[in-house]
């Protein structure tokens, strides 16, 4: 199993502002994704973190807004860029690990944002 | 577009009650079915089943898949107020890229009372 940290926990932000949030993996692993829970609602995929590439966007989803980082195998980050109230939402780190499948995935213990 | 529902939504139940939860699914090239439970912000993996008709138990929780129906159920048995959370199901496919990706259900909130 691999064990995934995120970093901030949560935070408060302004409208307009940008947040990064790190992902860290205790191990190296060849898939990371990026999901978002909007409150009451179930997890939605914002895109795969590739490394040394660009990432993959789901549909709705574009780089302008959650550029995303994987310069490494172990760790990725993302930013939600030009805040606004409807961002407020868990944003989850998570790692696969199967070379192509998502077999057991784990994630990481999320970074509560508020956007006032 | 690849769909996966849950049912109920919200479950309310007395400790040492059963439960059985559901989730139903329809995607192209399916590949596994997969049950966490969400408590606080990160979902724990709970099962992973790729065949029909074999029952995964882990103490005193099961699951078993129907990929005929389309379905799985998780049951647990003998609940205590630490089962309460929200059960969340995902269906593992092949996407039009060629990578597998993950849809989760809305999952099902599990309320345990003393």
């Not at chain 1, 980082?69 to 990725?76: I, Q, V």
């Not at chain 2, 479950?11 to 059985?20: A, F, I, M, S, Y």
């Amino acid at each position: 199993s691999a064990v995934i940290s995120q970093k901030p926990s949560r935070d408060i932000c302004q409208r307009g502002t940008s947040l990064t949030i790190q992902c860290q993996v205790d191990s190296q692993v060849t898939m990371m994704f990026w999901y978002r829970q909007q409150p009451g609602q179930s997890l939605t995929l914002i895109a795969t973190a590739n490394q040394g590439s660009e990432a993959t966007y789901e549909s709705g989803f574009v780089i302008d807004k959650f550029p995303i980082s994987r310069p490494n195998l172990t760790f990725s980050t993302l930013t939600v860029s030009n805040m606004s109230p409807e961002d407020s939402s868990i944003y989850l780190c998570s790692a696969g690990s199967g070379r192509a499948s998502h077999n057991e995935q784990f994630f990481g213990p999320g970074t509560r944002l508020t956007v006032l | 577009e690849d769909k996966v529902v849950q049912s109920p939504l919200s479950l309310v139940v007395h400790e040492g009650d059963t439960v059985t939860l559901n989730c139903s699914y329809e995607v192209t090239n399916f590949r596994s079915l997969l049950w966490y439970k969400q408590e606080k912000k990160a979902p724990t993996f709970l099962f992973m089943l790729t065949s029909s008709g074999i029952e995964k138990k882990s103490g005193r929780l099961s699951s078993i898949l129907d990929k005929k129906e389309l379905f799985s159920i998780l049951n647990i048995t003998a609940t205590q107020t630490g089962d309460s959370a929200v059960y969340l199901c995902a269906v593992e496919a092949r996407d039009g890229a060629g990578s597998y990706q993950l849809t989760f259900g809305k999952g099902t909130k599990l309320s345990v009372i003393p």
